[in-house]
């Protein structure tokens, strides 16, 4: 089974950026595909970014232009840098990795990290 961790949410101004990364535990595992979600209190869990296979880059309207996903291979790590925050981005934060490989077992799936917590402050 898949572990994913993210990190990096905490409290910011409106106007700040965070860096959100999305890791597996354990083993060496290297994401391929995968999406990060938001869920803000009372409302549903809504896509905000995903990373291909092939490196696009997919955004919501709501976080274009501030909002990057990226890789680094190097570490097995997904990140979802967010610049200009608003307070409607306040949210829980989840990674979603669809496929995945550890060494030359290869991951197809609906993993889901535990979600970080992203507060932005007006």
């Known amino acids: 089974q898949v572990q994913l961790v993210e990190s990096g949410g905490g409290l910011v101004q409106a106007g700040g950026s965070l860096r959100l990364s999305c890791a597996a535990s354990g083993s060496v595992f290297k994401i391929d595909a995968m999406s990060w979600y938001r869920q803000a209190p009372g409302k549903q869990r809504e896509l905000v970014a995903s990373l291909t296979a092939d490196d696009r880059k997919i955004y919501a309207d709501s976080v274009k232009g501030r909002f990057t996903v990226s890789r680094d291979n190097t570490k097995n790590t997904v990140f979802l840098q967010m610049n200009s925050l608003k307070p409607e981005d306040t949210a829980v934060y989840y990674c979603?990795?669809?496929?995945?490989?550890?060494?030359?077992?290869?991951?197809?799936?609906?993993?889901w990290g535990q979600g970080t917590q992203v507060t932005v402050s007006s």
């Open positions: 979603n990795v669809v496929r995945g490989r550890s060494g030359v077992t290869l991951y197809s799936g609906n993993f």
